[in-house]
């Protein structure tokens, strides 16, 4: 999902990239991860906004920006 980011990033000027994706995998984000998403913005310089769809499969993500 990272990867995934960092790609959308590079293909905007926006300074925001959403993340739609599971509740368990957005909770793992801010718990596991959130120290890489910390690097991942200060890098890109953009603001990485994540939200909890619980329609969404486990594997499944949407990441855009606007």
Excluded: G, N
């Amino acid at each position: 999902m990272l990867r995934s980011i960092r790609r959308e990033a590079c293909t905007t000027t926006e300074d925001r990239i959403f993340v739609a994706a599971h509740p368990d995998v957005v909770a793992f984000l801010y718990d596991e991860e959130q120290f890489a998403i910390d690097e991942l913005e200060k890098c890109l310089k953009k603001k990485i906004m994540v939200k909890a769809d619980s329609t969404f499969h486990h594997e499944k993500f949407i990441i855009y920006s606007h």
